[in-house]
């Protein structure tokens, strides 16, 4: 079977030939945009997962070798998919034990599942397993699949951008900073995994769905969220890791358009993202949010995040933890100014999250809003009962924080100590050289 790492898509990956090239960025076009799906129909017709998606990269490396020797083919998916669909014929021949499903899968074939023009090389324009313009269900239970308990957080992470965002190995390694292979063991690792629990490739019944689907937005949330704002390494923001979050949220939306939480999902993605130009300068410095250019915002993507969070009132349940959010995140980005923001608002916002969604992090944006609203002694104690709480213990967000509070109300040299404790803390360049900056002008 092929690699965990997918040899076809790695980026740059070729400077050779014009017509390698060529083929190279059509095989990596034609995987972006329908890798979900071609790996979610192998998976649904051969009722194997992991099988699914290795022939699929096996088929995405032949088609490299083909595509440059004959050029693409008029239907690129039909290709993939045939040439996909006999690697994993040839599978079960050479696995005895399974050569009822062999013939089973061989006979659905046979009956037009999948076209003669695609068992051909693909010529007809209408030979896809499916209709272009419906969304089906094959990539739900895709993301419900590689998001399933079963597998770690870590696991989760890699296998969605890997099956359901088409990611190589080397991409997703390169945007959390991690060797690639570790990417492709947490890959191996989760397939063998759902194979030992007998995980179906299916969507969960509709009773278990809607519990099921908070894992999927939470690795969602992880991916952007590490997009968003770089937990380690030299660069502020990961923007490809963001968009590819933003992208999958935008599915997720189309295929479950009934949840506000996947609504408020993707509006809290499409106002953050909003203020990306803005949050970094020339040389990829961090710009603080009272000194950015607003000018810079991205207008359409508050547009699509407010329209989105307006839909969630249609189902008349409220807001859930991430429709909270993006209300909070509506509070910055409908705003002139940073003392102009409603932080009042925000305030009343927090402490709703607080309820539905409790945990330290918000707890500390809590603060930061009530110091904000004007109060910065009574955030002061919210930060200090944190503090002895220990449960940011060894994060740089909370004496960060501290420090600004205390620097706020006149305790400098306090705050010099607690600013550059942050700074010890971080271990993203950008967010360190800001508390740097900050500690220094308290000198």
Known sequence: MARADGPALTPGAGDGPPVAEAARRAVEAVWRIESAR?????????????????????????????????????????????????????????????????????????????????????????????DPDRVDDDVLALMFTACHPVLSVEARVALT??????????????????????????????????AA??????????????????????????????????????????????????????????????EPEAHG????????????????????????????????????????GLAALGRIATFGRGLGPYGLQAAIAACHTTAPSVGETDWERAVLLYEALGRVAPSPVVELNRAVAVAMAGEPD???????????????????????????????LGRTGEARAELELAARLCRNTPERNVLLRKAAALR
């Open 197 to 258: 629990a007998g995980v179906p490739f299916a969507l969960p019944p509709a009773e278990e769905r809607r519990e099921r689907l908070g894992g999927v937005l939470s690795v969602l949330y992880v991916i952007f969220t590490e997009g968003s704002t770089a937990t380690t390494g030299d660069d502020l923001l990961r923007p490809d890791l963001a968009y590819e979050a933003l992208r999958l949220a935008r599915m997720l939306v189309a295929l479950l358009p009934a």
């Open 265 to 304: 999902l993707l509006a809290l993605f499409e106002l953050t993202a909003a203020r990306f130009p803005a949050r970094t300068g020339p040389d990829g410095e961090a710009v603080l949010l009272e000194d950015q250019d607003r000018r810079l915002w991205d207008r359409s993507a508050i547009r699509r």
């Open 38 to 130: 071609i790996v979610g129909a192998l998976a649904r017709y051969t009722g194997d997962f992991a099988l699914a998606e290795d022939v699929a990269q096996e088929a995405l490396a032949e088609a490299l070798v083909s595509w440059s020797r004959d050029g693409a083919p008029a239907s690129p998916v039909g290709w993939l998919l045939a040439t996909a669909r006999r690697r994993a014929i040839d599978g079960f021949r050479r696995r005895a034990a399974l050569n009822e499903r062999y013939a089973l899968l061989a006979g659905r074939l046979t009956e037009g599942e999948f076209s003669a023009g695609a068992a051909a090389g693909g010529d007809r324009p209408d030979e896809l397993p499916w």
């Open 161 to 194: 951008l890997r099956v359901v965002g088409g990611l190589s190995s080397e991409e997703i390694a390169r945007a959390f900073l991690i060797p690639v292979p570790t990417v492709q063991a947490r890959i191996t690792r989760a397939k063998k995994t759902l």
């Open 378 to 408: 009574r955030a002061l104690t919210v930060v200090d009962d944190l503090a002895a709480s220990g449960r940011l213990s060894g994060s740089h967000l909370l004496p960060g924080v501290r420090g600004e509070l205390l620097a706020r």
